[in-house]
T-cell receptor
């Protein structure tokens, strides 16, 4: 399956600050998905990106797919305590979804 | 989501024991998956099934086996559990719709397994 590197592994931010996690691949990706896992919970699908240069927004969350379709990012504006959790990117290839290692976001009130 | 259920939710067992983790879904999806989650390693695919007669190995299938008893049920077995199989196990489902590259996966609540 396709490999993706996700950085950073951990991020601690003050409430109200912005947060970004990145997903990078050495090969061109057909699509990329993002999931959120709350502490003690299970991964929940957020969004799927398929087009080169695609940008999608969900309230304070902005998702981007790179022009070369080799990287993606999730940006959260003005974090809130409800944003706490681990964010995973996932890429589809060979009929399988391969997950990045995740970025764990903690919020300092 | 209640649509995908896993039993048991927690299990403590001893080395060498046989363990079965069960997954049921009411979403009507054909595709089902078993993942293992370890801290810092993300979710790794153990086995997946596209229908009752189609079972495929994932990234880390050694030491595990599966059974797809029906469209709605997919079980994961550890024939002889060992301590490094201590992890959080997730079942997931997805639908297949012609024309889509891939669809989102819906995860069960997870089973926390400890092998002593």
């Amino acid at each position: 399956g396709q490999q993706v590197m996700q950085i950073p592994q951990y991020q601690h931010v003050q409430e109200g600050e912005d947060f970004t996690t990145y997903c990078n691949s050495s090969t061109t990706l057909s699509n990329i998905q993002w999931y959120k896992q709350r502490p003690g919970g299970h991964p929940v699908f957020l969004i799927q990106l398929v087009k080169s240069g695609e940008v999608k927004k969900q309230k304070r969350l902005t998702f981007q797919f790179g022009e070369a379709k080799k990287n993606s990012s999730l940006h959260i504006t003005a974090t809130q305590t409800t944003d706490v959790g681990t964010y995973f990117c996932a890429v589809f290839g060979n009929e399988k979804l391969t997950f990045g290692t995740g970025t764990r976001l903690t919020i300092i009130p | 989501d209640a649509d995908v259920t896993q039993t048991p939710r927690n299990r403590i067992t001893k080395t060498g024991k046989r363990i079965m983790l069960e997954c049921s879904q009411t979403k009507g999806h054909d595709r089902m998956y078993w993942y293992r989650q370890d801290p810092g390693l993300g979710l790794r695919l153990i086995y997946y099934s596209f229908d009752v007669k189609d079972i495929n190995k994932g990234e880390i299938s050694d030491g595990y086996s599966v059974s797809r008893q029906a469209q709605a049920k997919f079980s994961l077995s550890l024939e002889s559990a060992i301590p490094n199989q201590t992890a959080l196990y997730f079942c997931a489902t997805s639908d297949f719709r012609s024309g889509y590259l891939h669809n989102e996966q819906f995860f069960g609540p997870g089973t926390r397994l400890t092998v002593l």
